[in-house]
């Protein structure tokens, strides 16, 4: 078992247990999600996107996970299969998979957020916790769970939602949470025209971070009551807190860094501009999330690599990668990659051109090509001499996704190659 170091345990997280929302089908990001749930979307050069809701469990001293899938959910039970068996069963540790298996009836799929949840009250009940921390599989940051819990705790709370401050333009496209001086919730709503401000700031909202602590006995409450309620459309966001709001203690948790106090880092990559934007930031001197925190590691499955090489030292051709992230196993054979982001076991051969993109794993790009602001999915094949990311309508012409922000995405599918694209 990987060692997390010396990381303070407390009874709160003990008696704790996470559920990771995973099944999610992400389709802003368009065919990066045909064929894998957003979740077990590839991120950061050797993670998933559902490896930092996992990570900040372990290191937040949380050892009990179940994460619900659903959609198209092959690649992330292959990742979490082989990323996130070590963790030892008889210790009552581990991070279990909950698929929608009809547990309530023959056609009950997982109809939203709260119904996937109490699809599984028989297995939470099992496992007795005293509280029940519910998450999104698909958000990237790095949070101690321990200090929300604790202050779940301290404030009395029932249910205690985690937030972040963003600018007022800004709340129009998230869930908004009304509070009063103490931080206890008096509004909620979905994508308001209106956003009501933080008191004292008239410029900054408070957002759902789609992250929710509950006591143990309350969350069951709610969900059976939400469960017998026509019409529902059993959402936490949409059903459950508008009704527990002005019946019940429901308090804002503010997420800041602990030792500046400002807003913490927290993203939604789920639109492909969002994406490459989120996975560039990781190349900077100073990035706003550092994955070289060796006090708060990210976990994940690895395949064993070899280094990166470089290869071929002319002024003809120059194997050289420039203000980028290269991972094990890539091969850049004289060619020139700038401001990029290389997955692992890429190979980009002679005299070809990468810059401002995102290239996934076991991608191969031929000779004598120009890729700029791209997203280029795994496992495909760049045939020699193609431009991708320069001309607009030619893009679009070989069938290429452009996102409203120039980004072009492109796929095995798009270029005709049925090959790994479950991965």
């Known amino acids: 078992m990987p060692d997390t170091g010396p990381r303070f345990v407390s009874r709160l997280t003990r008696n704790t247990l996470a559920l990771i929302l995973a099944g999610g089908r992400g389709s802003r990001l368009k065919d990066l999600t045909r064929w894998r749930a957003k979740p077990a979307v590839p991120f950061g050069g050797k993670f998933r996107i559902v490896d930092f809701p996992l990570s900040n469990c372990i290191n937040s001293g949380i050892r009990r996970v179940g994460v619900l899938t659903q959609y198209k959910a092959h690649s ?47 297995i939470i009940r099992n496992h007795d916790p005293e509280f029940v921390l519910v998450l999104a599989g698909d958000h990237i940051y790095k949070m101690d ?13 029932d249910m205690t939602i985690g937030c972040i401050e963003v600018p007022i333009e800004r709340a129009r496209e998230l869930g908004v949470m009304g509070v009063d001086e ?32 509950f006591n143990r006995d309350f969350l069951f409450e709610q969900l059976i009551r939400d469960s017998d309620s026509p019409g529902s459309s059993h959402d936490f ?29 927290w993203r939604d990559v789920g639109t492909v501009d969002a994406f490459l934007e989120a996975n560039l930031e990781l190349i900077g001197v100073t990035p706003p999330l550092s994955l ?56 980009v051969n002679s005299f070809s051109y990468v810059h401002d993109s995102v290239i996934l794993p076991d991608v191969e790009i031929g000779r004598n090509c120009r890729i700029e602001r791209a997203v280029i999915d795994r496992a495909c094949r760049i045939e020699a001499d193609m431009t991708i990311g320069v001309d607009r309508q030619a893009d679009e012409a070989a069938g290429f996704h452009i996102s409203e922000g120039g980004v072009t995405l492109v796929t095995p599918d798009m270029l005709g190659q049925e090959l790994k694209r479950v991965r």
């Open 76 to 122: 992330l039970i292959r990742h979490i299969q082989k990323g996130w068996g070590f963790l030892r069963g008889e210790f009552g540790e581990f991070v279990e998979l909950w698929p929608a298996q009809q547990r309530i009836a023959e056609t009950a799929w997982y109809a939203g957020t709260a119904d996937a949840v109490f699809q599984n009250l028989d």
């Open 145 to 157: 769970y321990g200090s929300m819990i604790a202050y779940h705790v301290e404030s009395g709370a």
């Open 182 to 213: 103490d931080d206890r919730v008096q509004t909620f709503v979905e994508k308001p025209e209106a956003p009501p401000a933080v008191p004292g700031r008239e410029d900054v909202s408070l957002a759902s971070m789609g992250i929710y602590v």
């Open 237 to 265: 966001g949409k059903d459950v807190i508008p009704h527990v709001i002005d019946r019940y203690r429901i308090f804002a948790y503010r997420f800041r860094d602990p030792e500046s106090g400002e807003q913490a880092y």
């Open 292 to 347: 070289y925190d060796e006090h708060w590691p990210i976990w994940t499955y690895q395949e064993q690599q070899p280094p990166a090489k470089f290869v071929f030292d002319s002024d003809e051709r120059r194997g050289m990668a420039v203000d980028s992230m290269v991972s094990g196993g890539c091969i850049i054979s004289g060619a020139t990659v700038r401001h990029s982001l290389l997955f692992s076991s890429v190979r």
